[in-house]
């Protein structure tokens, strides 16, 4: 008694934390006999970083720690039952307002990202149309080395900071 299942929406972007995982666990746990959603096409798309697939759309994956070690990544409403011990953890059980919490303060910090690359390349192809090819190759460039040297680490510090406001949960494993 005592030790219990924990859970922890997890930023996809988390690398730099204290509680650093090794990426993308879950892929090793496949032959294990998980249920696994469909993910192939989402995994062979383009990754960003550390994020996981379907972090975009569906919100963060929670990060559920089984009281035997296992460890995996789940999205919300997902059930799952851990391949060495059998116990079954539903993520329902978090409120849907603490995650809905997370879900839109990881959204808002998407959106500076994003916005700068839908600008980049809507100013690429306007160079591109009006025959000024030239330009893109000196935007794309610095475009990359502003984002990555001057607005992404403060960016990513206060993502961070405003992510250690946010709870975790104990996630009780079901009986059965
Ligand atoms: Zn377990």
């Given amino acids: 008694m005592g030790k ?16 650093a995982q090794p990426p993308a666990p879950e892929y090793m ?3 294990l006999g998980i249920k696994r959603r469909k993910r192939i096409p989402f995994s062979q798309r383009e990754r960003l970083g550390h994020e996981t697939p379907g972090t975009v759309l569906r919100g963060p994956p929670i990060t ?23 116990r079954v953890y539903d993520t329902n059980k978090i409120p ?3 995650y ?3 879900r839109k303060l990881q959204f808002r910090f998407r959106l500076l990202p994003v916005a700068l690359g839908l600008a980049s390349i809507s100013l690429a192809i306007f160079f591109t149309l009006s025959g000024n090819v ?5 935007l794309l460039p610095s475009v990359l080395v ?10 990513r510090r206060r993502f961070h900071q405003a ?7 104990d996630l009780r494993a079901e009986a059965q």
């Fill in 4 to 19: 219990r299942g924990r859970a922890q929406a997890n930023s996809g972007e988390l690398d730099l934390s204290v509680d």
């Fill in 29 to 31: 746990k496949g032959p």
């Fill in 64 to 86: 559920v720690d089984c009281e035997c070690g296992e460890q995996i990544d789940l999205q919300y409403g997902d059930r799952w039952t851990c391949p060495s011990c059998e």
């Fill in 96 to 98: 849907r307002d603490q």
């Fill in 100 to 102: 809905e919490k997370i």
């Fill in 134 to 138: 030239f330009a893109v190759f000196v």
């Fill in 146 to 155: 502003v984002w990555f040297m001057l607005l992404r680490p403060p960016h």
């Fill in 163 to 169: 992510m250690q406001d946010m709870p975790s949960w």
